[in-house]
């Protein structure tokens, strides 16, 4: 292999673009004896693949331990990012952020009370004069209700009547008994 096609695939493999038969053909060249000068450097690096190869594990559990390591975690398991709850949640958190951001930089209660007056007689003497006025409109609009207050009372008077009514009905059903009386001590 030449040194010009080593020199093309050494820039591919270190900007990450190689394919494995050009690793191959790498780890091979530098192996070899006829390394030059200016990439000896680089025989450690590909030799150590090559020797990392022939490293054999004598620990027989190495792999169950490997594995058990491996595995999920049961938080891995929580924050798995494909689950579609957790997409729910990360919406439901982001719209409660922003509400609560638009309810901070809006004031939906510009217009708090603020105390007006310094001096408390004359804050008195305010609320007495707005109290009046109220009670005042408040009697205006209650002196038209005078006239239902008269026909409630004729309704009064009516359901008196009406009892009375009643009693005379008792009264009839009694002459019914008379006449039924007297046909009874006829025969």
């Known amino acids: 292999m030449n040194l010009q096609e080593i020199e093309r ?3 591919k493999y270190f900007n990450g673009e190689t394919s494995l038969d050009e690793e ?6 530098f192996t070899g004896r006829d390394v030059p000068p200016r990439w000896k450097h680089l025989t450690g ?24 390591s491996v595995r999920e975690t049961p938080m891995s398991r929580l ?22 951001a638009i309810f901070v930089k809006f004031d939906p ?25 109220v009670s005042d409109q408040m009697n205006k609009g209650t002196k038209d209700l005078q006239k239902i207050e ?5 309704l009064k008077d009516v359901q008196s ?12 059903r009694l002459g019914e008994m008379d006449k039924i ?5 006829k025969n």
């Open 181 to 185: 009386k007297q046909l009874i001590t």
């Open 24 to 29: 191959k053909q790498l780890r091979a060249f």
């Open 150 to 154: 008269k026909f409630e009372k004729g």
């Open 109 to 133: 209660f510009p217009n708090r009370i603020r105390d007006t007056y310094d001096n408390p007689e004359v804050a008195y003497a305010q609320a007495k004069k707005i109290l009046l006025f």
């Open 79 to 100: 924050l798995d990012l494909r689950r579609p709850w957790l997409y729910w949640a990360a919406g439901v958190a982001a719209s409660l952020l922003i509400l609560v």
């Open 161 to 172: 009547i009406a009892s009375f009514n009643n009693s005379l009905e008792g009264v009839g």
């Open 9 to 11: 695939i050494l820039e």
């Open 45 to 68: 690096f590909f030799g150590y693949f090559e020797e990392e190869k022939q490293v054999k594990i004598e620990n027989p559990r190495f792999e169950a331990a490997l594995d058990s």
